[in-house]
Structure formats: C-alpha cells, structure tokens
C-alpha cells in the first residue's frame, strides 16, 4: 500500500502531463464530426451527449464508429506520449487526465461524455492485455442482459480488481478512480436499470 502513495515524478512534469492529458481528452470528436457532416449540434439530439452512443441516433453509423475510435485513441495517445516524455508515471496522470477532459471539457462548458470508450482507450495505453478481458466481459453481460450500459459498469468494475491482483496496483488505483466516476456519469442508466425501463441493445426508442 505504501507504494502506491510514493510516486517519483516531479510536481512540474506531473502538471505537464496534466496539462496535456486534459487537452486531448476534451478533444469533442464526436461534435465535430457531425457538424463536419452537416448534421447539426449533436447536443441538441437524444441524450444531448457527445458520445458515440449519441452519435449513432443521428443514423450515421460511420460517424458513430469513428467517434468511438477517435474517442478511445485520444486516451491512448495521452497515455503513450506523456509515457514516452516524462516516463510511467506520467502515462498514468495523462490518461487520468484525458478521461476527465472527455468527461468535462473546457469547450463545452464542462459538459461531455460518459467516459466508457476513452477509459478503454486508457486502459489500452496503460494495459494492452486487459482490453481484451474487458470485451470478454462486455460481451457477455451484453450477450446475457442485453444491456450495453450494464455491460459497460461491470466490465469498469472488475477491470480494477483484476489490476490489483495482477500487482499494477497504481494504474488498478487510476482505472479505479476512473470507474468510480464512471458509474457517477452513468448514474440515469443505472436508475433506469433498477426500473427496468434502460434500452437494450437492438431496441428502438
């Protein structure tokens, strides 16, 4: 547990991979690719969220899958290249960093996205290995529930665990701070959940 508290990195470099972290992760893809495609404010639309899931209702499901991909590789880029600048450590802060600029970028008035496909993106750039568990979960929460946001929550929660044991314990206390948040961002999902009213997947309305 000690160790976890001792980190090695600078105040100023830690700042720097705040710094640039934040700035990519408040990157608002999914906003401007739909206006790039004349599609309009997709705030203004279904959830007012800036997500692929968001994007998807405008019908364009190219859009919607690049919004996820660019919104997941924001993350991992803010892992990889505060990694290879100022070292782990600062991997770690500007991947925290990213998924809290999606979360409430500055641009938008602190008011983005839910967070799932850049803390996928993180934890890509963090622990390649554990995407795969995390899909492997995924799938089969959605393949029993059919609920993507469910599959979604569980899948943040074990994700953690299984760091922890494995010995990652500071990026298994990263991801676990990111899934506390998460389940925050989803906390209508999970209300809509316990009511039994939450879509599943291949549902309309």
Avoid at 9 to 16: G, M, S
Avoid at 95 to 114: C, D, Q
Avoid at 139 to 162: D, H, Q
Wanted: net charge positive.
């Amino acid at each position: 547990m000690t160790e976890i508290l001792i980190w090695q990195i600078t105040l100023p470099l830690a700042l720097a991979s705040l710094l640039l972290g934040y700035l990519l992760g408040s990157i608002p893809f999914g906003l401007l690719l739909t206006r790039a495609a004349g599609l309009g404010d997709v705030r203004k639309i279904g959830s007012g969220n800036i997500g692929a899931t968001n994007v998807l209702r405008t019908g364009n499901r190219k859009l919607a899958l690049a919004t996820l991909l660019l919104d997941a590789f924001k993350g991992t880029a803010a892992v990889l290249l505060a990694d290879a600048a100022f070292g782990a450590e600062a991997g770690l802060i500007a991947g925290f960093a990213a998924f809290l600029g999606h979360l409430f970028p500055v641009w938008l008035g602190f008011k983005g996205g839910k967070g799932v496909a850049t803390y996928i993106g993180i934890l890509l750039g963090l622990a390649p290995w554990m995407v795969l568990v995390f899909a492997a979960i995924w799938l089969t929460i959605a393949f029993l529930s059919r609920y993507s946001s469910l599959s979604a929550l569980v899948a943040t929660l074990v994700i953690p665990v299984a760091l922890w044991i494995l010995g990652a314990e500071k990026v298994a206390l990263v991801l676990a701070l990111m899934t506390i948040i998460t389940w925050w961002k989803h906390k209508p999902n999970i209300e809509r959940l316990i009511l039994g009213t939450e879509s599943k997947i291949g549902k309309k309305g």
